[in-house]
């Protein structure tokens, strides 16, 4: 390894060509007042001041960038240098002399236009083997590639005509849908054409403007370069540093270890990337998304759950990229080709799920999940998804997913072990000729508590125990109200959309004022919830009977679905003026409410249990018919 301090002056004028390997993460450098580019264009104004009031230019040190130069390249060939680390410095200093070319074009300073080009481009000779590549003095990234070619060899108005859907109609940026790498650009050219308007008022041509910015820029800006020697790792280099204090992410660590090996393999990264791996770096899968207490992107949480699928261990979120670098040592792929083509199966099975169309069987699985916000099975169902096995088992096996979950919630018990139990899913599915006896099998065999599927009698059990609006929330009961009606509704009943119902309490949340209790009468108002007593002197009897109706206020049976303005209007009313508007609803559920003369415990108590009869027919878990081995623990 050799360091050496350089002024941008000697680094970027050599016939050179700086390649940033696929490996590495994209242009990253961003333009808001407190990120890279403003920064870096303040110090560039800094320097031309200091020329053009004829002080000393002070040198500014702008960090280092390390490569790696392959040995034993062909002679006449453009020397390639692969950057380790600095690749968002050299692309930046490729964008600032592109800016201020463009503005010495626009000024009509051909001359400096001209040798600016001298920095940007080699001169094409006969002994290049690739001339129309190895021109360009920075070769960018597959995923920047587009932008950067545009900027270096088209004018603005040009760059405009060949990405319109990224400008206003009157030639403004879009800043929030642009690519990093040329909002970076247009920020500096923008910024450069600001200056010399600026300088102009003050008398000073633009011409003297840019030379001083390209003297601050070429001769004051000094950069440590570091060559690695034919005995150091690139990548394990490359995966220990933190560019720009932005961490590198799981998907980082994993590309940059793919394509090593590609390297290593002597398989062509840009034609792997261009054909498989380029379907990962989109919009789609670098959105950042929660997933339980997680918010990564898209794509990290593909490559943990694809993980589990495959290796039926549990992964937790800090050892994704090194349990991915174990996985694939193991698997021993017959190419890296391969290898990503099978990442990718997974990642359109997780699109699906992601997308939660109800169309299908993954995305009904997918609406599911995003309901219960767990992404715990995800690996269960990309794992069925890539199977060679009939849909209607891959329906099942994402049926019994959501039966568990749902089984469990109604009768309040945790999701604590599930991350323990979702690969233990798919180990005794792989294990068994048939996939769903081995479910089935698997499911049947937990027995205790935090782990067990509810029974019939404990869903009958429950129903009137736990605070079902509390422990469930109103999204899932929305969805499990929802399941419910639809189970129930018959050819006679009119098939309306229910999606964006609301939960509705019958017995309402504040009922003391309208809702006499069955044997002592009218209760305390809202203050007695409030105080100890609320200055009430209230007999042991009344206390009795306020706790239970406490308890029902809340419990499954008390609640069912109406519009939101029905349920605005009912509020805290009591029965005849609820019952009324009940009556007008056109949903199964609501039909045997509003057939009651009255509401009460008792119907709360009878509601809940029907509701636990239906839930277990909706959800109905285990078939009795599958289960073939004997329970453990």
């Known amino acids: 390894m050799h360091a050496k301090d350089w002024k941008l002056n000697d680094v970027l004028q050599e016939r050179q060509q700086w390649v940033i390997p696929v490996y590495q993460r994209h242009y990253a450098w961003e333009v808001r007042d407190d990120k890279q580019i403003p920064t870096l264009w303040e110090d560039l104004r800094e320097r031309a001041e200091e020329k053009l009031d004829g002080s000393d230019i002070k040198p500014h040190f702008v960090g280092a960038i390390i490569y790696s130069q392959p040995i034993d390249q062909p002679f006449g060939t453009v020397n390639k240098r692969f950057l380790v680390d600095g690749q968002q410095r050299i692309t930046t200093f490729n964008l600032v002399l592109s800016a201020l070319r463009e503005n010495a074009r626009v000024a009509g300073h051909l001359q400096i236009s001209n040798a600016i080009d001298e920095y940007l481009f080699n001169a094409k000779s006969g002994g290049m083997a690739d001339p129309e590549k190895e021109q360009f003095k920075l070769w ?46 247009w920020y500096l050219q923008e910024a450069v054409a600001k200056y010399i308007e600026e300088k102009s008022a003050e008398g000073v041509g633009s011409a003297q403007v840019l030379d001083a910015l390209l003297s601050g820029f070429l001769y004051a800006f000094q950069i440590v370069v570091v060559q690695l020697g034919k005995d150091d790792d690139a990548q394990t280099i490359f995966a220990s540093l933190n560019g720009n204090a932005e961490p590198l992410t799981a998907f980082d660590l994993i590309r940059n270890d793919i394509f090593h090996r590609a390297r290593l393999l002597l398989e062509n990264d840009d034609v792997l990337y261009e054909k498989h791996w380029s379907k990962l770096e989109t919009d789609f899968w670098k959105t950042e998304v929660k997933q339980g207490r997680l918010k990564r992107p898209r794509v990290d949480h593909l490559i943990s759950h694809s993980l589990v699928a495959e290796s039926g261990d549990e992964i937790h979120a800090g050892q994704v990229a090194n349990a991915y670098k174990a996985f694939a040592m193991q698997k021993r792929f017959p190419s890296v080709e391969a290898e990503i083509e099978g990442l990718l199966r997974y990642a359109d099975a997780y699109r699906k799920i992601d997308e939660g169309d109800r169309t299908t069987p993954l995305g009904r699985y997918g609406n599911f999940s995003k309901v219960w916000d767990t992404s715990t099975f995800h690996p269960v169902a990309l794992w069925s998804a890539i199977q060679p096995i009939p849909d209607d088992t891959k329906g099942e096996i994402l049926r019994l997913i959501e039966d568990y979950v749902v089984r469990r919630d109604l009768i309040g018990e945790s999701n604590k072990n599930y991350n323990k139990i979702a690969p233990n899913m798919i180990e005794s599915m792989r294990s068994n000729a048939d996939p769903i006896v081995g479910l089935h099998s698997y499911l049947d065999g937990l027995t205790a508590q935090t782990s067990r599927m509810p029974s019939h009698s404990d869903l009958l059990s429950a129903a009137n125990k736990i605070n079902a609006y509390e422990h469930l929330g109103s999204k899932k009961l929305r969805y499990i109200l929802t399941r419910i009606e639809k189970s129930i509704r018959t050819h006679f009943d009119e098939n309306i959309p229910i999606e964006n119902l609301s939960v509705e309490h019958i017995l309402p949340d504040k009922w003391a004022k309208n809702w006499p209790l069955p044997k002592t009468g009218a209760a305390p108002h809202e203050e007695f919830f409030t105080a100890v007593d609320g200055g009430h002197q209230i007999s042991p009897e009344m206390r009795d009977e306020m706790d239970v109706r406490q308890r029902a206020k809340n419990a499954l049976g008390n609640l069912t679905l109406l519009t939101p303005p029905a349920n605005s209007h009912n509020g805290n009313e009591g029965w005849s003026h609820k019952r009324s508007r009940i009556a007008q609803s056109l949903l199964a559920l609501n039909r045997e409410i509003a057939e009651n003369e009255q509401w009460d415990e008792k119907l709360i108590r009878d509601r809940g249990e029907k509701l636990a009869e239906a ?13 073939t081995v004997p329970k453990t623990v």
């Open 140 to 185: 960018s990234s597959s995923f920047d590639r587009p932008y950067f070619l545009a900027i270096a060899l088209k004018t603005t108005d040009e760059i405009r005509g060949l990405f319109p859907e990224l400008f206003y109609k009157n030639g403004n940026l879009i800043w929030g849908q642009a690519p990093k790498l040329l909002a970076a650009y």
């Open 615 to 627: 839930a277990d027919r909706v959800w109905p878990g285990l078939d009795p018919s599958l289960l």
